[in-house]
C-alpha cells in the first residue's frame, strides 16, 4: 500500500495541531452519547482546525456516524459540549448550524431534478432568484455535471448522484462540511478518482472535512489526521503516517493495514534498545528504541508486510529472524504475498515488491525461507 | 411428458398467442366480465329503453322485429336528455353529491394525515397496534357504528346529555337530521380508507430526507412541505380516491343521518328505482354517474404512470 504519497499532503500544507497557539475550530470537550444502556459515544474530546480532513476512522458500531450526527445537530449529546467556530452547539438546532452534511446514501430528493436539489439550501434562506442560478451553475460546473441539470437522480448513475450530493452540501459555502462514507458506494475505480477530485474541491474552496470511514485507504489517502474509533473512544489521533508507523495500540496496529503481531516479554529494557523474549516467532526481538515499560511485562511487537524480507540464507543477524515454509503466493501485479509459516507454528503474512520481470530462481511454494527485519522496522505496543 | 389430451390445448391456446401467464391473469379478468362488464351492459341497456309504467320488467325492448323481418334497434335517449335539462333535480342532485364528496374527502385527509404520519413514525411494536385500533370499527357492522351515531348525535342523545348536566347549554344542539350529522357520518366511516393508503406511502419515506432538508437549513415546517407533502402525494390522490368515489355515490349514510333536503345522487336513483318505478331513468342515472367517477380516476392514473419512475426510486 502507497501511504506516502496522498493527495492531501502539499509541502505547504501547514499542521496547525502542532501549533500549540492555533484556534480549534471544531472543538469537542468531553462528549458522550448514550442510547438507553448503550454508549455509543464515550468521553471523545477532540480538536479539529480549520481547512483540515480529519477522518474518524473505525468498524461499523464503533460511534463514528453518532459523532458525525452530533455535529450535524441530528443527535444531542448526553454529555460533553460541542464548540463550532468558538459558538457552543448545545441547543442549535440543525438547520441554523454553519454545518452542511453529504449523507452516506446520499439522500437526493427524488421528487427534484439536479438543479433542484442543487438549489434546495439557497432557496431555504431566500437567496435572490437570479443569485441561485449563477451559485447552482457554477456549482455544477465544479462537480462536472453539466448537461445533466434537468435530470431527476433515478436517472443518475451511482458516481453521478454522489457529485449532486456533493454539490447540494457545498452550496451554501458551508465552513464545515460533514461527510459520511462520502465514496462508500462507489466502484474501486471511481473511488480513487473521486478522492482525488474532493480533495482538490476542499483546497479550492478552503471547507473543512470531517468525514466518517471504516476504510482504512480511504482514510489514508484523503485525511490530513485520522482518529481511529474503537467502542465509542478515540484510539489514536494522528497523521497517516503515524496511525500506520506508530500505532499506539494493538486495536490500531491491526485495524490499519496489515501487520505481524508477536507477543512477548521483555528482558532488556535499556533507554536505546529492548530486547523481546518471543516464543511465538522462536526468536528474540531486538527494537532499536525504548519503551516505557516495567521489566518482564508482556508487549506486543507489530511488524508491517512490507517491511519483512525474505531469504533463503539465513540473515546475520540472529535476532529479527526466523525460519519458516511458503505456504501461499498471492502475485498482485506490483508485488506478491507470501504467507509463511513458522517452525513455531505461526504464520506471517509478507509483502514483497515483484523489481524484475524474470527472476532467476523465484521462490516458490513449500521452499524453505528466512523471514526477517530491521531493528528500527518494529513497533512495540502494550495494550 | 404432457397427456395429448392437455398437449393439444397447449398447442391450440400457442396458437391464439396464449401462454400460460394468461392464466393468472385469466382469473381477475373473468371476475370483471362477469360481475363487471356484463351488469353495467345490460344498465346501459336499460338506460336507452323506453319506460313502460305497467309490466315486469318496467321497461320497453331495445330490438324489435318489424314486419318485414327487419331487426329494428330503438335507441331512447331521452333519459339522458331529461337529466340535463327539463329537470334540475338531477343536475342538483349530482352538484350536491360532489360538493358532500369533495368536502368529506378534504376532512378525511385534514384527520387522516396526522393519523398517518404518527402511525408512520411510531416505534414498530406501537405501529402495528395503531394500524389495529384504525381497522378495528370494520369489525363491527357498517349499520351499527352509523346507528351509533344517531345514538350520539340524537336530541336526547350522548353528546347532548352530557353537555346540558355540565350545564354548558339548556336546549338540546339539534345534530340529527342535519348535514353535520351526515359529514361526520361519512367522515367517520370513509377515514380508515384515507389512513391506510397515507400510511402505506408515508411508512416507506426515508427520514434521511427530512435530515437533508434541514441540514440544508430548513425548518421542520418547511421540510415537510418541500419533501413530505409532495413526496406523499400518490398516498393523498389514492385516499382520495377511495374516499370520494364511494361517498359520491353514498346512500345510507345521507338517509339515515342527513336531513330529508341533503338529495345526495344515491338517494334520487333509489328514489327513482322503488318509488317512481322508472328504472330507464335511473340507470342513466348510475351511467353518468359511473362517468364523472371513471374520469378522476383515469386522472389519477396517467399522474401515477408519470410520477413512478421518480417516487419509485428513494
Known amino acids: 500500500m502507497n501511504v506516502q504519497t496522498g493527495p492531501s499532503k502539499s509541502e505547504d500544507r501547514k499542521a496547525p495541531w502542532t501549533d500549540p497557539r492555533a484556534q480549534a475550530y471544531v472543538r469537542i470537550d468531553d462528549v458522550s452519547k448514550k442510547f438507553g444502556d448503550f454508549t455509543a459515544v464515550d468521553d471523545v474530546t477532540l480538536s479539529i482546525y480549520r481547512g483540515e ?124 462540511l460533514l461527510l459520511d462514507e462520502p465514496l462508500g458506494a462507489l466502484d474501486k475505480k471511481l473511488r480513487e478518482h473521486t478522492q482525488f477530485e474532493l480533495v482538490n474541491i476542499q483546497e479550492k ?24 474509533m474503537n467502542q465509542g473512544r478515540i484510539v489514536q489521533v494522528g497523521t497517516p503516517h503515524d496511525i500506520y508507523e506508530f500505532p499506539s495500540t494493538r486495536f490500531v496496529a491491526e485495524f490499519i493495514g496489515n501487520v505481524n503481531m508477536f507477543e512477548g516479554r521483555v528482558v532488556e529494557d535499556e533507554p536505546d534498545h529492548v530486547l523481546i523474549d518471543s516464543p511465538e516467532l522462536g526468536a528474540s526481538i531486538y527494537v532499536g528504541h525504548g519503551i516505557s515499560t516495567a521489566p518482564d511485562a508482556i508487549v506486543w511487537v507489530a511488524v508491517r508486510p512490507e517491511k519483512m524480507i525474505l531469504s533463503r540464507e539465513p540473515p546475520n543477524e540472529k535476532l529479527n529472524a526466523a525460519q519458516g515454509t511458503i505456504r501461499e503466493i498471492a ?26 520481470r524474470h527472476a532467476d530462481r523465484p521462490l516458490t511454494w513449500d ?10 522496522s518494529a513497533v512495540v505496543v502494550t495494550e | 411428458m404432457q397427456p395429448p389430451a392437455l398437449q393439444w390445448c397447449a398447442e391450440r391456446a400457442q396458437r391464439w398467442g396464449l401462454r400460460g401467464r394468461h392464466l393468472v391473469i385469466a382469473v381477475p379478468w373473468i371476475w370483471l366480465v362477469l360481475f363487471f362488464l356484463i351488469p353495467f351492459v345490460i344498465v346501459v341497456k336499460i338506460s336507452l329503453a323506453p319506460s313502460v309504467f305497467v309490466g315486469q320488467p318496467p321497461y320497453g325492448p331495445l330490438f324489435e322485429w ?49 393519523m398517518a404520519y404518527g402511525i408512520a413514525r411510531a416505534t414498530p411494536s406501537w405501529r402495528n397496534t395503531l394500524l389495529l385500533l384504525v381497522v378495528l370499527p370494520f369489525w363491527t357492522s357498517f349499520l351499527v357504528r352509523v346507528y351509533a351515531w344517531i345514538g350520539l348525535l340524537r336530541n336526547n342523545g350522548l353528546i347532548n346529555n352530557v353537555l346540558m348536566g355540565l350545564g354548558i347549554i339548556d336546549e338540546p344542539i339539534v345534530m340529527m337530521q342535519t348535514d353535520f350529522a351526515m359529514y361526520v357520518g361519512i367522515v367517520y366511516s370513509y377515514l380508515p380508507f384515507m389512513i391506510l393508503p397515507l400510511y402505506s406511502n408515508l411508512e416507506k419515506h426515508d427520514v434521511t430526507l427530512l435530515e437533508a432538508a434541514t441540514d440544508l437549513g430548513a425548518t421542520p415546517v418547511r421540510a415537510f412541505l418541500r419533501i413530505t407533502l409532495p413526496l406523499s402525494m400518490p398516498g393523498v ?13 353514498e346512500f345510507v349514510i345521507p338517509r339515515l343521518l342527513g336531513g330529508t333536503d341533503s338529495l345526495m345522487i344515491g338517494r334520487v336513483l333509489w328514489d327513482e328505482f322503488f318509488t317512481a318505478r322508472s328504472w330507464p331513468r335511473a340507470s342513466a342515472v348510475a351511467v353518468l354517474l359511473l362517468l364523472v367517477l371513471v374520469l378522476p380516476i383515469m386522472i389519477f392514473q396517467r399522474y401515477q404512470a408519470r410520477e413512478s419512475g421518480g417516487v419509485a426510486h428513494r
Request: net charge positive; charged share 20%; with cysteine.
Open chain 1, 331 to 356: 502475485y498482485m501485479g506490483d508485488m506478491s504475498v507470501y504467507l509463511v509459516q513458522l517452525n513455531t507454528g505461526k504464520t506471517l503474512r509478507i509483502t514483497q515488491p515483484n523489481i524484475y
Open chain 1, 53 to 176: 480532513i480529519f477522518c474518524l476512522l473505525g468498524g461499523s458500531g464503533c460511534g463514528k456516524t453518532t459523532l458525525l450526527r452530533m455535529l450535524a445537530g441530528f443527535e444531542t449529546p448526553t454529555e460533553g459540549r460541542i464548540y463550532i467556530d468558538g459558538q457552543d452547539m448545545a441547543g442549535v438546532p440543525p438547520y441554523k448550524r454553519p454545518v452542511n452534511m453529504m449523507f452516506q446514501s446520499y439522500a437526493l430528493f427524488p421528487h427534484m431534478t439536479v438543479e433542484q436539489n442543487v438549489a434546495f439550501g439557497l432557496k431555504q434562506e431566500g437567496t435572490p432568484r437570479d443569485e441561485i442560478a449563477t451559485r447552482v451553475t457554477e456549482m455544477i460546473a465544479l462537480v462536472k455535471l453539466q448537461g445533466f441539470e434537468k435530470r431527476k437522480p433515478h436517472q443518475l448513475s451511482g458516481g453521478q448522484r454522489q457529485r449532486v450530493a456533493l454539490a447540494r452540501s457545498l452550496i451554501k459555502r458551508p465552513k464545515l
Open chain 2, 237 to 249: 390522490i389514492a385516499g382520495s380516491m377511495l374516499v370520494f368515489i364511494p361517498a359520491v355515490g
Open chain 1, 367 to 376: 521452499e524453505r525461507v528466512w523471514a526477517s527485519w530491521h531493528e528500527s
Open chain 1, 205 to 228: 474552496l478552503g471547507v473543512t472535512f470531517v468525514v466518517v470511514t471504516h476504510d482504512q485507504e480511504e482514510a489514508m489517502t484523503l485525511a490530513t489526521r485520522i482518529g481511529v
Open chain 2, 66 to 114: 318489424t314486419k318485414d323481418h327487419y331487426l329494428l334497434l330503438k335507441l331512447n335517449i331521452q333519459n339522458y336528455l331529461d337529466l340535463g335539462g327539463k329537470d334540475a333535480l338531477y343536475l342538483e342532485a349530482f352538484l350536491y353529491s360532489l360538493k358532500v364528496a369533495a368536502v368529506s374527502t378534504v376532512f378525511c385527509l385534514l384527520i387522516a394525515y396526522p
